[in-house]
């Protein structure tokens, strides 16, 4: 298969957000009076806000209703886009514009497939925004990866088919979507941490299109 599109994930592929909901969220769950450390923060990275959102209160045995679950996010939020606003092109993560400026000089569609509903500011604060060809993001979701809607999306978008896009994805249910959307999976992350990517890298650090294709031709020959 020849690249055609490439499709990013934002959170931990283009750019280190996780520290930031990590801050808001603690700042949430203190209010609450429930523990919450890092490492109850990375394991809820894949999910959606409301997700996560709900561990939190089921982790501290909170009940609380529909209204109150809509005002909780939404502090949250506010406390976050506070944190976020300080982001800037420095945040960008090593590599990621020179690979997109390189693909869209070959002529190579982008595509930003994320969950979150911040993804239009964030991408304009750390300059990125108008490399793309196309966003689908969490306003645009009826369904949380796993479930491929978001990458579908985002390669109908391009006007290709999912068997000629790349998927880059830092979390699990990013890499189950792209595979049962019948995607190319690269796993961003430190190798093992991902099951079932079809290839996986560190970063995309010094990452070329050359690079990207042989990858996909390595696993096409295996
Ligand atoms: C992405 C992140 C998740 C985050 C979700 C919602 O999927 O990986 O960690 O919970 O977006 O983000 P938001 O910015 O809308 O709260
Ligand atoms: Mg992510």
Request: proline share 3%.
């Amino acid at each position: 298969m020849k690249i055609q599109g490439c499709l990013f994930d934002m959170d931990g592929v283009v750019v280190d957000t996780a520290k930031h909901h990590y801050v808001a969220w603690k700042s949430l769950a203190n209010e609450l009076a429930i523990p919450f450390t890092k490492s109850d923060n990375d394991a809820l990275k894949d999910l959606s806000r409301l997700d996560r959102l709900e561990r939190i209160l089921r982790s501290g045995n909170l009940e609380v209703s529909s209204k109150t679950k809509i005002e909780l996010m939404e502090k949250k939020n506010q406390l976050y886009l506070q944190i976020i606003d300080t982001l800037g092109p420095g945040d960008i993560r090593p590599g990621v514009k020179e690979l997109m400026l390189e693909l869209r000089n070959e002529g190579v569609g982008l595509c930003l497939c994320s969950s979150s509903k911040n993804a239009a500011s964030i991408l304009k604060s750390i300059g990125v925004f108008n490399l793309f060809d196309g966003i689908v993001d969490g306003n645009n979701l009826t369904l949380p990866k796993p479930d491929p809607e978001v990458f579908i999306k985002g390669s109908k978008l391009l006007g290709l088919t999912p068997s000629v896009c790349i998927v880059f994805e830092d979390a699990q249910s990013g890499i189950e979507a792209a595979r049962s959307g019948g995607f190319f999976a690269l796993g961003i992350g430190a190798e093992g941490s991902l099951n079932n990517a079809h290839a996986n890298v560190q970063d995309l650090a010094h990452m070329t299109l050359d690079k990207l294709q042989a990858l996909v031709d390595s696993h096409e020959s295996n």
